[in-house]
T-cell receptor
Framework: DTGVSQDPRHKITKRGQNVTFRCDPI?????LYWYRQTLGQGPEFLTY????????KSRLLSDRFSAERPKGSFSTLEIQRTEQGDSAMYLC?????????????FGEGSRLTVL | KQEVTQIPAALSVPEGENLVLNCSFT??????LQWFRQDPGKGLTSLLL?????REQTSGRLNASLDKSSGRSTLYIAASQPGDSATYLCAVGGDSGSRLTFGEGTQLTVNP
């Protein structure tokens, strides 16, 4: 399968703990995006990478959130000192540079539950 | 700031009906518009992508239209089936590499 892969699919943690999610984009897709989706809402943009450069961050991405894409391939999203309000589905998407139509391809998401 | 609204929030129809889902956006300076399907607890599956210069796109029983000047898009589903039951999300792209702004979705139930 060459789609966007996310890990873990589900994570349950206690308030105050740190969690990390990983995203592997479609091979050769230079652009990688993180979105957050709470129940009953549409996804909200968090951040965007082109290769290893983080080009845009939403105000939703507080100081407790950090995203990296060190070699321009996979990306990680870390949440420090989790709060109950962080409970959500974290979605990763990728798109190519060449011939870019702006179409995004999403993974299955990582669901976070903070107790 | 771009805002995207989807109407209705929920829709229940009998199998075989043709139906229309609506999406409106406040800023007409868009790069593209994308319709997605989301099954419960799952990620997003891209259905149709319309570039800002296009008026419509078709895939099988799905047809999406775009009217930039009025800030509207519609997703038409022909001969609906129970397997079409899902949440349908509309998203607007501001430029070639930036964020998508999503609506809250329309939850569709097709009854056998």
């Amino acid at each position: 399968d060459t789609g966007v892969s996310q890990d873990p699919r589900h994570k349950i943690t206690k308030r105050g703990q740190n969690v990390t999610f990983r995203c592997d984009p479609i091979s050769e897709h230079n652009r990688l995006y993180w979105y957050r989706q709470t129940l009953g809402q549409g996804p909200e943009f968090l951040t965007y990478f082109q290769n290893e450069a983080q080009l845009e961050k939403s105000r939703l991405l507080s100081d407790r959130f950090s995203a990296e894409r060190p070699k321009g391939s996979f990306s990680t999203l870390e949440i420090q000192r989790t709060e109950q309000g962080d409970s959500a589905m974290y979605l990763c998407a990728s798109s190519p540079d060449r011939g870019n139509t702006g179409e995004l391809f999403f993974g299955e998401g990582s669901r976070l539950t903070v107790l | 700031k771009q805002e995207v609204t989807q109407i209705p929030a929920a829709l229940s129809v009998p199998e075989g009906e043709n139906l229309v889902l609506n999406c409106s956006f406040t800023d007409s300076a868009i790069y593209n518009l994308q319709w997605f399907r989301q099954d419960p607890g799952k990620g997003l599956t891209s259905l149709l992508l319309i570039q800002s210069s296009q008026r419509e796109q078709t895939s099988g029983r799905l047809n999406a239209s775009l009217d930039k000047s009025s800030g509207r898009s519609t997703l038409y589903i022909a001969a609906s089936q129970p397997g079409d039951s899902a949440t349908y999300l509309c998203a607007v792209g501001g430029d070639s590499g930036s964020r998508l702004t999503f609506g809250e979705g329309t939850q569709l139930t097709v009854n056998p």
